[in-house]
């Protein structure tokens, strides 16, 4: 199970019933330790969250986003 802050649960739950209101819309909820690169080729769109440490996002994110140039 993936935890979060509460903030961010609450972001989430926004997020994903707005989704879900579309028809067809689907929601997966990945952290960034499950995801892969090539999982960017896939959706149709991209949600991003994380917290900004003295200006910027989480060293992890970062890689990830750095790894996935090598799939675009």
Not at 12 to 30: F, P, S
Not at 54 to 71: A, I, N, Q, R, Y
């Amino acid at each position: 199970m993936i935890e979060f802050l509460e903030t961010q649960k609450k972001i989430l739950e926004e997020i994903e019933k707005d989704i879900r209101e579309v028809e067809g819309g689907e929601v997966i909820v990945k952290h960034v330790d499950g995801a892969k690169p090539e999982d960017l080729l896939i959706y149709d769109g991209i949600i991003v969250g994380s917290p900004a440490y003295c200006g910027t996002l989480t060293w992890k994110l970062k890689k990830f986003f750095d790894e996935s140039v090598s799939v675009a």
